[in-house]
């Protein structure tokens, strides 16, 4: 049969591309610069199609749970939404871990996964599993795509809905026969979504509210979190604290939101916060939450914490995160950049009279808690403290480094001795606390941020769990110094056996480490083994050094084995109720 | 406290997953739930009943507000409203007990909708109570099968629930 092409006819005359090369032309749409991946059958037409391109960059992991916590950390680093790329199975199996980890977190990707083709759905085939149902309890939203003609407005959807309200990560299922199927190609320029519609702007009367509660107060505080980072509100949070001279604590996902070296800061509060912080939350009578939620790790037990009669005002983009754990009395949904910039207009308009008498004497009590430098340590001259290792590495980076953590007491330390004073410099899983995140997410910063400092401050358990990047990081050259603080125990669980299960160490040894150095060394990087108090800062300032400025250096300090975390807020206590470690 | 909610959602495949899943995900109870699409075909109409405190209620309905396949939703127990259930009830109706099976049906106003040898089928509509109440005046012996649809709600007067 002969084609007669009829030049009046959009169809017959418009160019046709494959469904891999659509969608690889809706990355280009969006401006992805990085597309972290792994590829197998069901993908095999989008890694054609990325091959056929270069307008972004292909970043081949070792394990798709790493790809998922690069684009992750990239996310967090620059506010860009990352890309990850899967095949079915358990290519999307293994990218679970990371998709949960963001989701707690609120961190904006879009997955793309591949599946069985269409006809083949439901039979068992080869590499199939129910992607869209194994994601769906941490995902934002999901999609599967079933008809060609969808590919480019879902994932115009899909980078619409992970970046915009609260955000969070969104996965798109495709088929391998619609990725091989010709179609024409546009990239719809709006999105119309009926059923979502995130608020943004907050209500004037309740934020009028919030202002005339927090001038009348005597004991205000400030309590912000990731929201402020995720929202980029760090600068109009400083301007609202400083207009008001408030007293401010962050949760640990909220870090660099305000300059922590600032003396209205805290530091952070929480399971291990400081005790100031600690002390001034549960003690103040006018309480503001930016973009925080009030989780258990942050407020303790919630009886408690209630059991001191307190005004609560919570400023929050997702109506859900309001009055969940603890009754608001002034709720403003909103997007926090938003608010705050109408708050301090209404600051700049009012001029309101603030009980200055009594926020002096507040800030008085405030010193008095300060004072009693719980966050102190002592070194030793035998064996490295964790803390003196951190301590050194704000020094020798001049605290302008991005740090990202796994999970355990170093990352505790970590954010306890590096104050961050810039928001998106602080990497780290603070909702799901998933080990194995370090090394992957200093990936995903330091190909965003190529001149950078990054340092990956991990344990010798966390470093195992994605050690595999070790391969990534040479192949890319990302020259990130781990820095693992190595107490031969997965030392947050041996810090609670000590504390609460009588030294019963269960299986919390790390027997049979690897030599790291020769690891290092046999992925073609550096390693190099502290032992000596005396040596920490000398080989941290070698690792930075120019001479190695293009290099991976894997630095394992061998740390005191016994020091614990504090102060500490034992499960299921309230925020007064710490243990500091300096009891007698 | 008992709640009917109502929920109006893009009719798409998977979105019964989402609701049911956070349901199970939050340990929020299901009393019944029930759904099918509505006059607009694009959109699917489902009634929830469930038994929580206020503040778990408040949780329920701003989660689902939060799902994104979700247009609307409106506890009916904010208004007033009227809900009804569907019951098909199969009961044994020898020759002996025939008549006395007919009375208790139109004592409830159900209808006779099959008749077998030995057996009626009815058909019954109300709420909840009634549909239990008729449930319970009859002999556990005579009956040989139910089947309930769960509750359905809508609100009263001007409460309407559209887009
Ligand atoms: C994937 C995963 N498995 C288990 C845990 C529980 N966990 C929390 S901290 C920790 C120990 C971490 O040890 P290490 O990395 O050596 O750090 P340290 O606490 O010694 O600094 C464990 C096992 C976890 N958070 N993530």
Known sequence: MTQVSNPNDKQETSPQFTGAEILIKCLHEEKVEFVFGYPGGAVLNIYDAIYQQDKFKHILVRHEQAALHAADAYSRSTGKVGVALVTSGPGATNAVTGIATAYMDSIPIVVISGQVPTYAIGEDAFQECDTVGITRPCVKHNFLIKDINDIASVMKKAFHVASTGRPGPVLVDIPKDITATLNSFEYPKTVEMRSYNPITKGHSGQIKKALKLLAEAKRPMVYTGGGVVLGNAAAELTQFIQSLGLPTTSTLMGLGGYPATDKQSLGWLGMHGTYEANMAVQECDVLIAVGARFDDRVIGNPEHFLSRPRTIIHIDIDPSSISKRVRIDVPIVGDVKSVLADLNDLIKSEKPVQNTAALAEWMLQIEVWRAKKFSEFTLDEKLIKPQQVIKSLYEVTKGDAFITSDVGQHQMWAAQYYPFDKPRRWINSGGLGTMGVGLPYAMGVQLAHPDAQVACVTGEASIQMCIQELSTCKQYELPIKVITLNNRYMGMVRQWQEFFYENRYSESYMDALPDFIKLAESYGHIGMRITDPADVEGALREAFSPKLKDRLVFMDFITDQSENVFPMIPNGKGLSEMITGKES | ?163
């Open chain 2, 1 to 163: 406290m008992r709640h009917i909610i109502s929920i109006l959602m893009e009719n798409e495949p998977g979105a019964l997953s989402r609701v049911a899943g956070l349901f199970s995900a939050r340990g929020y109870n299901i009393e019944s739930l029930t759904v099918a699409t509505t006059e607009d075909a694009t959109l699917s109409r489902m009634t929830i009943v469930t038994s929580a405190s206020d503040a778990v209620i408040e949780q329920i309905i701003k989660q689902l507000n939060k799902l994104i396949d979700v247009v609307k939703v409106l506890d009916l127990n904010d208004g007033k409203h009227i809900e009804r259930e569907l019951m098909l009830i199969k009961v044994r109706a020898s020759a002996a007990h025939r008549d006395e099976m007919k009375r208790m049906c139109d004592i409830f106003r159900g209808r006779i909708i099959d008749v077998a040898d030995g057996s009626f089928t009815i058909e019954l509509t109300g709420s909840g109570h009634k549909l239990d109440a008729f449930i319970e005046s009859l002999d556990t012996s005579a009956i040989l099968e139910t089947v309930r649809t769960g509750a359905s709600g809508i609100g009263r007067g001007d409460r309407i629930l559209k887009l």
